[in-house]
């Protein structure tokens, strides 16, 4: 009877520390620093975190346009790292280092020497390689009509052929799918739902009007990529596209403690084959912008799956709908 109720002791003991540490864990002040996500920013106060000053626990911090930049314990990668696939031309040119052509439009990088004989009834756009979310690109059907739409320098631009035999939603819209893609220590990850871009007006060679072309903030409607009845068709293709990408391009990148959420644009044939549009290695992740909801469940599964274990520890939760590629 007495080894027993020592035994009762000390496991009331263990759990008597077992509970205080976990109580001195739970009482530490967890901080954040985000200028880029009012999502994010909300999903971290519901989980306790407080807005920190210089240095933080956690962060998604962009110096470009900011005064002053700060320390981190986890932090996003930083553009150094992300220029080379934001650029469209540097974007190409790894493309094609990949051995990845045909996952992507026929684009000419060099605009100085594109002949007259490439526009034959064609569309085409004509794209700065700084520009992002769908701004500074023109559509084209002539050479007087690329260089009418060039100011500057012409190499700041590439020329994008137009996806061929392209995928119309009720055979009459554009569309253009965005999905984004987590890179960090861990692995890589694809997120399994995204969004549709459908375009208001009904699409025509005929007319080169960027409301037709090129409305992804300013002129379409917004739909689940999940609920398009072509999804399971092109999932493993986006899978196979955005591994052997960013498995290339980040391979030396020191990813302990850093990690980049990355948009990516496709737009898809009649065939349900997928073509890389674009790449936005900061993407816009504010409610405002896109479908929200989408962004919602996408940061609340990253938060669950990255964020709280990296800062506050323990198991990290399933990933969601955050899939290893």
Same mark, same amino acid.
């Given at each position: 009877?007495?080894?027993?109720?020592?035994?009762?002791?000390?496991?009331?003991?263990? /759990? @008597?520390?077992?509970? =205080?540490?976990?109580? +001195?864990?739970?009482?530490? *002040?967890?901080?954040? %620093?985000?200028?880029?996500? $009012?999502?994010?920013?909300?999903?971290?106060?519901?989980?306790?975190?407080?807005?920190?000053?210089?240095?933080?626990?956690?962060?998604?911090?962009?110096?470009?346009?900011?005064?002053?930049?700060?320390?981190?314990?986890?932090?996003?990668?930083?553009?150094?790292?992300?220029?080379?696939?934001?650029?469209?031309?540097?974007?190409?040119?790894?493309?094609? /280092? @990949?051995?990845?052509? =045909?996952?992507?439009? +026929?684009?000419?990088?060099? *605009?100085?020497?594109? %002949?007259?004989?490439?526009? $034959?009834?064609?569309?085409?756009?004509?794209?700065?390689?700084?520009?992002?979310?769908?701004?500074?690109?023109?559509?084209?059907?002539?050479?007087?009509?690329?260089?009418?739409?060039?100011?500057?320098?012409?190499?700041?631009?590439?020329?994008?052929?137009?996806?061929?035999?392209?995928?119309?939603?009720?055979?009459?819209?554009?569309?253009?799918?965005?999905? @984004?893609?987590?890179?960090?220590?861990?692995?890589?990850?694809?997120?399994?739902?995204?969004?549709?871009?459908?375009?208001?007006?009904?699409?025509?060679?005929?007319?080169?009007?960027?409301?037709?072309?090129?409305?992804?903030?300013?002129?379409?409607?917004?739909?689940?990529?999940?609920?398009?009845?072509?999804?399971?068709?092109?999932?493993?293709?986006?899978?196979?596209?955005?591994?052997?990408?960013?498995?290339?391009?980040?391979?030396?990148?020191?990813?302990?403690?850093?990690?980049?959420?990355?948009?990516?644009?496709?737009?898809?044939?009649?065939?349900?084959?997928?073509?890389?549009?674009?790449?936005?290695?900061?993407?816009?992740?504010?409610?405002?912008?896109?479908?929200?909801?989408?962004?919602?469940?996408?940061?609340?599964?990253?938060?669950?799956?990255?964020?709280?274990?990296?800062?506050?520890?323990?198991?990290?939760?399933?990933?969601?709908?955050?899939?290893?590629?």
């Amino acid at each position: 009877m007495v080894k027993k109720t020592h035994k009762n002791t000390k496991k009331r003991t263990r /759990k @008597y520390k077992k509970n =205080k540490k976990s109580k +001195k864990r739970n009482d530490k *002040i967890y901080t954040f %620093k985000c200028n880029r996500s $009012d999502i994010l920013n909300q999903l971290l106060i519901k989980n306790k975190f407080i807005e920190g000053k210089d240095h933080v626990d956690f962060s998604l911090w962009d110096t470009l346009g900011e005064k002053y930049s700060i320390t981190s314990k986890v932090k996003c990668i930083e553009r150094k790292f992300s220029n080379d696939i934001d650029n469209k031309k540097t974007f190409y040119i790894h493309i094609v /280092k @990949y051995g990845m052509i =045909k996952d992507t439009p +026929k684009t000419y990088i060099n *605009i100085t020497d594109i %002949k007259r004989e490439i526009f $034959d009834g064609r569309l085409f756009f004509l794209k700065n390689i700084y520009g992002a979310g769908g701004s500074k690109v023109y559509t084209v059907k002539t050479l007087e009509n690329m260089y009418k739409n060039i100011i500057g320098i012409p190499n700041n631009y590439i020329l994008q052929e137009e996806v061929p035999n392209m995928y119309l939603h009720k055979d009459k819209y554009k569309t253009t799918i965005r999905n @984004y893609v987590l890179i960090c220590e861990k692995g890589i990850y694809f997120y399994n739902e995204g969004y549709v871009y459908i375009y208001k007006k009904e699409y025509t060679k005929n007319n080169l009007d960027n409301s037709i072309h090129n409305a992804v903030f300013t002129a379409c409607d917004y739909e689940k990529l999940s609920e398009q009845y072509y999804y399971k068709t092109i999932l493993p293709e986006l899978h196979r596209i955005t591994s052997q990408l960013f498995h290339n391009y980040f391979k030396n990148t020191t990813l302990y403690n850093r990690y980049l959420i990355i948009g990516i644009d496709f737009i898809i044939d009649k065939k349900y084959k997928p073509y890389i549009i674009e790449i936005n290695g900061y993407p816009n992740l504010s409610m405002s912008c896109g479908f929200g909801g989408v962004k919602v469940n996408m940061l609340h599964d990253f938060v669950n799956f990255y964020v709280l274990p990296k800062i506050k520890g323990g198991k990290s939760k399933r990933g969601g709908g955050w899939i290893k590629i």
